[in-house]
């Protein structure tokens, strides 16, 4: 039973920290989003809550680039 509840333990360690990271460009401005969860919508467009500013965000044209966890906190708490 010991070893069983180790595995267990293990199992969802590793799960939750596989967890995607994003930094998202809009290239028409510069702008930079950090988000954990980006969703495809029809035409191109993607959906994000921004970290920093807890704001909903679409934007038509992107760059989706999937980052290291170091990297997302450092642009999310950057002052």
């Given at each position: 039973m010991k070893?069983?509840?180790i595995v267990m333990l293990?199992?969802?360690?590793?799960?939750?920290?596989?967890?995607?990271?994003?930094?998202?460009?809009?290239?028409?401005t510069d702008h930079v989003y950090y988000?954990?969860?980006?969703?495809?919508?029809?035409?191109?467009?993607?959906?994000l809550e921004?970290?920093?500013s807890g704001k909903i965000v679409?934007?038509?044209?992107?760059?989706v680039e999937k980052i290291a966890e170091e990297a997302y906190n450092q642009g999310v708490y950057a002052k």
């Open positions: 070893n069983y509840m293990l199992c969802v360690l590793c799960l939750c920290g596989c967890s995607p990271y994003y930094r998202i460009t809009d290239p028409a988000a954990r969860d980006v969703k495809n919508l029809s035409g191109g467009a993607v959906k921004d970290e920093r679409t934007l038509q044209n992107s760059e």
